[in-house]
């Protein structure tokens, strides 16, 4: 076993740690009546990724042959057949030939990556839908969204890759290291599309609607931040010196973008809170995930900046334009991913606008913004608009005031009644 097949191993490890901490930030969000419903949606989602994936989305991903550069061959990967070999009564990786590693080690990899632009989606819809429908959208996102975004930037004949017959029409590849576009624009454009469908939460606009708890959610965004360092750098797919460099960078931006959303609290709001502390980390998170590799320190730090400040303007736009973003997706991973995106095609130290390189690179990650928007949002308008008319997004009005913990798990995350209950009696 090789270095990078380890560094894959544990890179996946780290990944689905981010995915759990973006989870456990959303069930702080969440309201006491909502926290188990929350967390639900973030397991099913997780699962039911995983098994999609290796059904076949892997190989609608990243599979041989593909359709006009947009969508892989769904058969020949089909339940890793083409990842997988048995020797001796023992299943093992294929390694493809002139590879440096098991392709099984990036079908893992890209399954984690998967998971997190799933979880970030669920946190638009906070509150209000019933479980059954959200497993029945993950298995139709991940195949007819995700796959063919994953498909057209980050497979080698994907349409935007550096290879791609679009990349070469524009005569530059759009480059998204980690999936600012691939990850968090697909998602935060996915739950806009899904939340103009379905409406707002009843209390919406008439009653404060404050986290239960900010220690679970700091406490997620904690591992978070510890395991995007392994997000980042396992796109690089080797544990080499900009694998390294991935990381360095990612905590520079991560850092700024932090900073950037405090001095805007403390401008607003007279206090450095931990709520904006948080939230500015993963929109440093969404901004460098485009170009960690590609911006040099100084770069990082101020397009992190921007993000943080950026993103935590964007907050206020669901109250103007009157959508129900439960936990603001739009404005932390839709904003923090086009400040990315953008700013490699300004900034990057190969091909940037600003750095001599022309305007090739910005004019395809425009490009690469404007066909994830598209894609991303028709498609999934259209798989939600579906099953808004069939199996029903929402639970009932009732349900949703007294909480979609009782109503849809038949359980409570805290039962304080039980507690009191019992102190009570030990008193007597």
Not at 113 to 134: N, Q
Not at 388 to 403: C, M, N, S
């Amino acid at each position: 076993m090789n270095i990078t097949t380890v560094w894959l191993l544990v890179a996946s490890v780290l990944s689905m740690l981010t995915t759990v901490g973006v989870g456990l930030y959303y069930m702080g969000l969440a309201r006491v009546k909502s926290v188990l419903n929350m967390g639900m949606l973030m397991l099913g989602g997780i699962v039911t990724t995983c098994l999609v994936w290796v059904l076949w989305a892997w190989s609608l991903a990243f599979g041989g042959s593909d359709v006009v550069g947009v969508v892989g061959d769904p058969a020949s990967g089909f339940l890793l057949r083409d990842s997988i070999a048995l020797k001796n009564g023992a299943f093992l990786s294929v390694m493809p030939t002139g590879a440096s590693y098991p392709r099984l080690a990036d079908v893992l990899f890209e399954m984690t990556v998967a998971c997190l632009a799933v979880v970030l989606i669920s946190g638009a819809l906070a509150e209000r839908i019933k479980f059954s429908a959200w497993a029945v959208f993950v298995v139709f996102w991940v195949n007819i969204v995700y796959a063919p975004v994953a498909h057209m930037l980050w497979s080698r004949s994907g349409l935007l890759s550096a290879t791609g017959p679009l990349s070469q029409a524009l005569g530059s590849g759009a480059h998204d290291l980690a999936g600012s576009g691939v990850v968090w624009l697909s998602a935060a454009v996915s739950a806009l599309a899904i939340v103009l469908i379905i409406g707002r939460r009843r209390t919406f606009h008439v009653t404060p609607l404050k986290p239960h708890s900010l220690t679970l959610s700091f406490f997620g965004v904690a591992l978070a931040f510890v395991g995007f360092m392994g997000f980042v750098a396992g796109h690089v797919h080797s544990g080499n010196g900009t694998a390294v460099y991935t990381v360095l960078s990612m905590l520079l931006a991560c850092s700024a973008s932090c900073w950037g959303w405090l001095m805007i609290d403390r401008l607003r709001n007279r206090h450095f809170t931990a709520l904006g502390a948080i939230s500015g980390i993963l929109s440093g998170m969404a901004a460098v995930c485009a170009a960690a590799d590609s911006l040099n320190p100084l770069w990082t730090v101020l397009i992190g900046f921007i993000a943080g400040v950026a993103c935590s303007s964007a907050v206020s736009w669901k109250y103007r334009l009157n959508y129900d973003d439960s936990f603001d997706v739009v404005a932390i991973a839709g904003v923090g991913a086009v400040i990315g995106l953008l700013a490699n095609g300004l900034f990057a130290q190969k091909g940037g606008l600003l750095t001599g390189g022309g305007v090739g690179l910005l004019v395809a990650e425009l490009v690469e913004i404007v066909v994830v928007f598209l894609w991303a949002g028709v498609w999934t308008a259209v798989i939600a608009f579906v099953l808004e008319k069939t199996v029903g997004w929402r639970i009932a009005d009732r349900d949703e005031v007294l909480g979609v913990d009782i109503a849809d798990q038949g359980e409570k995350g805290y039962d304080f009644e039980t507690f009191s209950n019992s102190v009570f009696k030990e008193a007597q």
